[in-house]
């Protein structure tokens, strides 16, 4: 899993590409640290390039979410596929998330 991180100004942007599973995961998580403790702005998750969310994978959108509201951000996922839109209506994440 590659994970490319982008900053402009209050902004900020993830690419995740390939499999967001339970191994990788793990990394993810590592990299995004720094993110959520400083979640006051927005971030976008752009998943264009995702091809697989695990039930690790949700919980890292989970945690991002959380430590953004309250700080005051907001996390926008973007450019999902059609596979993992329906993951994320099975389990309830389109609600919690603005989908782009």
């Known amino acids: 899993m590659e994970v490319i991180i982008e900053k402009q100004n209050d902004v900020v942007t993830v690419f995740l590409k390939g499999r967001?599973?339970?191994?990788?995961?793990q990394e993810v998580s590592q990299?995004?640290?720094?993110?959520?403790?400083?979640a006051s702005g927005t971030i976008i998750m752009d998943c264009t390039e995702m091809s697989y969310i695990s039930s690790s994978g949700l919980r890292i959108f989970l945690a991002l979410r959380k430590?953004?509201?309250?700080k005051g951000g907001k996390v926008i996922v973007r450019n999902?596929?059609?596979d993992i839109r329906s993951v994320f209506m099975m389990t309830g994440f389109l609600n919690l998330f603005q989908i782009q």
């Open 31 to 38: 990299k995004l640290e720094g993110l959520a403790e400083n």
């Open 67 to 70: 430590a953004a509201s309250e």
């Open 20 to 25: 967001l599973d339970t191994l990788a995961s």
């Open 80 to 82: 999902i596929s059609n």
